[in-house]
């Protein structure tokens, strides 16, 4: 009795503190003697699919990915962890099979070495069985010479484009001859562009969103070009651990994704998140 009260008063302090929960959370349905999956993502927000920074999760509203994750667990009975991580770390735990997946991983053909991509019966990976798609903008500082065109990329002089450190873009630029720097998070990046460090910034659209907002003065001359970079699928992508253990069972997690996006209550979901954001 003492220790649960004692427990509950430190809870009760760090809330009125403002100090972030265990990195671990656990969506409301268990199942007794059914697998346990760990899951892990990143620290930075990428409304509406993971909303918050930091370790922590508030399941009330943690995102549209989330919601996802927390039916599948529901549909095929086994109990979820899901954990946060910088994203090369997360990388690393699927790697060595200290989780079993992350989220969300584009397609690169050396990620094939970390990890499991949904495939196609003759071997190619599946975008039907994606978690979405999303898409990279590049991002200059208003009245930047910068231009892109969807095909050619001018304007830079003598500065690299900016990137998060791990994220697939960086091999994009570099396969067409762009100069990249790399950060290791969103708002890092942010404020080499505002310094005049890089000429541009390539990042997801909804994480650069998500980054900006967090300081609208100090970013408010950031802008975004169109069209996008580019636009990929992306993927829950598992471990050889996983996948080597319990096929079956990982097969289903990709099977369960791409029923739960075509059924009609999550698109109903997404409605909802994208209309919350919309009123803000």
């Given at each position: 009795?003492?220790?649960?009260?004692?427990?509950?008063?430190?809870?009760?302090?760090?809330?009125?503190?403002?100090?972030?929960?265990?990195?671990?959370?656990?969506?409301?349905?268990?199942?007794?003697?059914?697998?346990?999956?760990?899951?892990?993502?990143?620290?930075?927000?990428?409304?509406?699919r993971y909303l918050?920074?930091?370790?922590?999760?508030?399941?009330?509203?943690?995102?549209?990915?989330?919601?996802?994750?927390?039916?599948?667990?529901?549909?095929?009975?086994?109990?979820?962890?899901?954990?946060?991580?910088?994203?090369?770390?997360?990388?690393?735990?699927?790697?060595?099979?200290?989780?079993?997946?992350?989220?969300?991983?584009?397609?690169?053909?050396?990620?094939?070495?970390?990890?499991?991509?949904?495939?196609?019966?003759?071997?190619?990976?599946?975008?039907?069985?994606?978690?979405?798609?999303?898409?990279?903008?590049?991002?200059?500082?208003?009245?930047?010479?910068?231009?892109?065109?969807?095909?050619?990329?001018?304007?830079?002089?003598?500065?690299?484009?900016?990137?998060?450190?791990?994220?697939?873009?960086?091999?994009?630029?570099?396969?067409?001859?762009?100069?990249?720097?790399?950060?290791?998070?969103?708002?890092?990046?942010?404020?080499?562009?505002?310094?005049?460090?890089?000429?541009?910034?390539?990042?997801?659209?909804?994480?650069?969103?998500?980054?900006?907002?967090?300081?609208?003065?100090?970013?408010?001359?950031?802008?975004?070009?169109?069209?996008?970079?580019?636009?990929?699928?992306?993927?829950?992508?598992?471990?050889?651990?996983?996948?080597?253990?319990?096929?079956?069972?990982?097969?289903?997690?990709?099977?369960?994704?791409?029923?739960i996006n075509a059924?009609?209550?999550?698109?109903?979901?997404?409605?909802?998140?994208?209309?919350?954001?919309?009123?803000?």
């Open positions: 009795m003492r220790y649960g009260l004692i427990a509950g008063l430190l809870l009760a302090v760090a809330a009125l503190l403002g100090v972030s929960g265990p990195a671990k959370a656990e969506p409301p349905a268990t199942f007794a003697g059914r697998p346990t999956l760990t899951f892990v993502y990143e620290t930075e927000a990428n409304p509406p918050g920074k930091g370790t922590a999760i508030n399941w009330d509203r943690p995102g549209l990915t989330l919601d996802l994750l927390r039916e599948l667990g529901s549909r095929l009975q086994v109990n979820l962890v899901l954990e946060r991580f910088p994203w090369n770390r997360g990388l690393y735990l699927v790697e060595t099979g200290e989780a079993d997946g992350i989220f969300h991983a584009s397609y690169k053909k050396e990620r094939e070495r970390i990890g499991v991509y949904p495939k196609t019966a003759d071997g190619a990976v599946d975008p039907t069985r994606a978690i979405f798609t999303q898409a990279y903008y590049l991002h200059v500082l208003r009245g930047s010479p910068v231009r892109w065109d969807g095909t050619t990329l001018s304007g830079l002089g003598d500065k690299p484009v900016g990137a998060t450190a791990g994220y697939s873009v960086v091999g994009d630029l570099e396969a067409m001859g762009v100069p990249v720097e790399t950060g290791k998070i969103q708002g890092l990046n942010l404020n080499k562009l505002v310094a005049g460090r890089i000429a541009a910034y390539a990042e997801l659209e909804n994480m650069a969103a998500a980054a900006i907002a967090t300081d609208a003065a100090a970013y408010a001359d950031v802008v975004k070009l169109e069209p996008p970079l580019i636009a990929k699928p992306y993927y829950l992508l598992l471990s050889h651990a996983f996948a080597d253990r319990d096929p079956a069972l990982a097969e289903a997690v990709f099977e369960t994704i791409a029923e059924d009609p209550a999550f698109q109903a979901r997404a409605s909802d998140y994208a209309a919350a954001d919309a009123s803000r």
